[in-house]
T-cell receptor, first 114, second 115 residues
C-alpha cells in the first residue's frame, strides 16, 4: 500500500517568491493535515482538510494557505516567502477527521529560502 | 505555551535493555496520545497510540502507559535494538475545542541504542 507522497522533496526559493507544495494521501484517506518542522519551534500544525473543507487551522499568518481536491490530494501555498519560512513541511493523512486515528506522514518537502 | 513536553532531549541505552521515554502534557482536553519515530530525512513513522479511556496499550516490543491524573505518558521499548535509534516524538490531540483534529507534538527525544 503506497504511503503519503509529497512533491517536490527539495525546493530552493528566494525571499518574496511564492511556493506550492503537493501531497497525495494514502489511498482511501480523506483527511490531509500539514505541519511545519523547524529546529527552533519543532513540529507545528498548519491546517487540516477533509472533504475539500478546512477543518482546523494553526497559528500561522495568512500567507500560508491550502486546499484539497475532490480526489483528496492537497496543496499548500506560501506567498511572499520570508527567510523564516525555511523548514521541513510535512503532510499527513488519515481516513477521516477527528476520532482515535493516527495520522500517517510523508517524507516532507525541504524548503530553503535564500 | 508548550502543551506537550519531552523533558529528556536524549537517552542512551544498551542493546537488549529497556528504553523508557517520557512525556508530560498540560491540556486536560487531550484524549488521544501517540508516539512517532523519526529518522533523518524521513517523515515521522507512527508507532503506537492510546486513548484516554485506557491506561496501557501494547504492540510487540512497544508499550505505552498513560497516567491521566499525572498528565504523563511513557513509551517502553523492550528489548531495545540498535535499529530503534531515532528521534521519538510524543503527540496529543483532542476530540473537541481548538485542538480538534490537530496533533500537538513534544520537542522529541533522541534515543541511541548501543550494540
Amino acid at each position: 500500500k503506497a504511503g503519503v507522497t509529497q512533491t517536490p522533496r527539495y525546493l530552493i526559493k528566494t525571499r518574496g517568491q511564492q511556493v506550492t507544495l503537493s501531497c497525495s494521501p494514502i489511498s482511501g484517506h480523506r483527511s490531509v493535515s500539514w505541519y511545519q518542522q523547524t529546529p527552533g519551534q519543532g513540529l507545528q500544525f498548519l491546517f487540516e482538510y477533509f472533504s475539500e473543507t478546512q477543518r482546523n487551522k494553526g497559528n500561522f499568518p495568512g500567507r500560508f494557505s491550502g486546499r484539497q481536491f475532490s480526489n483528496s490530494r492537497s496543496e499548500m501555498n506560501v506567498s511572499t516567502l520570508e527567510l523564516g519560512d525555511s523548514a521541513l513541511y510535512l503532510c499527513a493523512s488519515r481516513y477521516r477527521t477527528g476520532g482515535d486515528q493516527p495520522q500517517h506522514f510523508g517524507d516532507g518537502t525541504r524548503l530553503s529560502i535564500l | 505555551d508548550q502543551q506537550v513536553k519531552q523533558n529528556s532531549p536524549s537517552l542512551s541505552v544498551q542493546e537488549g535493555r529497556i528504553s523508557i521515554l517520557n512525556c508530560d502534557y498540560t491540556n486536560s482536553m487531550f484524549d488521544y496520545f501517540l508516539w512517532y519515530k523519526k529518522y533523518p530525512a524521513e517523515g515521522p513513522t507512527f508507532l503506537i497510540s492510546i486513548s484516554s479511556i485506557k491506561d496501557k496499550n501494547e504492540d510487540g516490543r512497544f508499550t505505552v502507559f498513560l497516567n491521566k491524573s499525572a498528565k504523563h505518558l511513557s513509551l517502553h521499548i523492550v528489548p531495545s535494538q540498535p535499529g530503534d535509534s531515532a528521534v521519538y516524538f510524543c503527540a496529543a490531540s483532542a476530540a473537541g475545542g481548538t485542538s480538534y483534529g490537530k496533533l500537538t507534538f513534544g520537542q522529541g527525544t533522541i534515543l541511541t541504542v548501543h550494540p
